[in-house]
């Protein structure tokens, strides 16, 4: 059973960073792309950004340009740098994974979910 944990969020300023980290244990991350997703109050929950087992990337287009994902598989994790947020930022981020040996991330279909962490973006 592959477990995620997200950690790294917080309260940041308009225009500030962050970092969020998505540690695995259970299982190896190799085979499996890891997406981000956020869900604000009253929203739906979106996806924000993917990378698969060869570092291919995906992201949103709200968050192209601000947004960097990577993964370090020998330390289980994979990392979302965050940076120029915004308010509309404000959600809970939630890091996901599915097995994808082939092929680009895409931001549907994982089967593996983390509890969340709230990122809160305001003055």
Do not use: H
């Not at 109050?41 to 601000?66: F, H, L, M, Q, W």
């Not at 990577?70 to 994979?78: F, G, L, M, Q």
Request: with cysteine; glycine share 12%; net charge positive.
């Amino acid at each position: 059973q592959l477990e995620l944990v997200e950690s790294g969020g917080g309260l940041v300023q308009p225009g500030g960073s962050l970092r969020l980290s998505c540690a695995a244990s259970g299982r190896s991350l190799d085979a499996y792309a890891i997406g981000w997703f956020r869900q604000a109050p009253g929203k739906e929950r979106e996806g924000v950004s993917c990378i698969n087992r060869s570092e291919s990337t995906k992201y949103a287009d709200s968050v192209k340009g601000r947004f960097t994902i990577s993964r370090d598989n020998a330390k289980r994790t994979v990392y979302l740098q965050m940076t120029g947020l915004k308010p509309e930022d404000t959600a809970v981020y939630y890091c996901a994974a599915t097995v994808r040996l082939f092929g680009p991330c895409v931001l549907y279909d994982y089967q593996y979910w983390g509890q969340g962490t709230q990122v809160t973006v305001s003055s």
